[in-house]
């Protein structure tokens, strides 16, 4: 258990709806870190917060949107989903600092229908 | 900007066997490197990193990794495989100089062991 969670595990959901991923980090780690994995495009990093500011960006969709609450979760919103959106999401967190391990959760299995 | 390269997607060893995953990256700044592993239906489980000093890294489960500058390469080895090793393996870099802690991974390498 990297101590990472992430709700829900599964989502099946419609061409064009949106969904929020939701992602607790481990206790007393600062930094949220949001990925897509997908057969063709493999594992991208999608987008950073720290202490709720965003810190980096990746290759995210403008339809896609996060945000880290004062309490730390992290939330990555979804919107106008398309088929190819369809991939598992992960998120990980860390103590800030390139040198430093990221735990990851379970991630959370999309599949747009 | 920083890539990794795994050379390899499936790789299939016997039991007992050597296991070498190699890995190349590409990066301007001096590199942090990690090998993640990810069993299936799980996430991603972190099996060692080189930082800076000692460039032969000794992880989890027997695995190790030597970082080598002028090859531009980060390869895992374990000397004997393990059925239990049966994964995807997963070679990252991420930035030493923007502290950000993001990382960007290889398409990874399927380990096949088979008895």
């Known amino acids: 258990d990297s101590g990472v969670t992430q709700t829900p595990k599964h989502l099946i959901t419609a061409t064009g709806q949106r969904v929020t991923l939701r992602c607790s980090p481990r206790?007393?780690?600062?930094?949220v870190y949001w990925y897509q994995q997908s057969l063709d495009q493999g594992l991208q990093f999608l987008i950073q917060y720290y202490n709720g500011e965003e810190r980096a960006k990746g290759n995210i969709l403008e339809r896609f949107s996060a945000q880290q609450f004062p309490d730390l979760h992290s939330e990555l919103n979804l919107s106008s989903l398309e088929l190819g959106d369809s991939a598992l999401y992960f998120c990980?967190?860390?103590?800030?600092?390139?040198?430093?391990?990221?735990?990851f959760g379970q991630g959370t299995r999309l599949t747009v229908v | 900007a920083q890539s990794v390269t795994q050379l390899g997607s499936h790789v299939s060893v016997s039991e007992g066997a050597l296991v070498l995953l190699r890995c190349n990256y590409s990066s301007s700044v001096p590199p942090y490197l990690f090998w993640y592993v990810q069993y299936p239906n799980q996430g991603l489980q972190l099996l060692l990193k080189y930082t800076t000093g000692a460039t032969l890294v000794k992880g989890i489960n027997g695995f190790e990794a030597e970082f080598k500058k002028s090859e531009t390469s980060f390869h895992l080895t374990k000397p004997s495989a393990h059925m239990s090793d049966a994964a995807e393996y997963f070679c990252a870099v991420s930035d030493g100089s923007s502290n950000t802690g993001k990382l960007i991974f290889g398409q990874g390498t399927t380990l096949q062991v088979k008895p």
């Open positions: 206790s007393g780690d600062l930094s």
């Open positions: 990980a967190s860390s103590v800030v600092g390139s040198n430093t391990e990221a735990f």
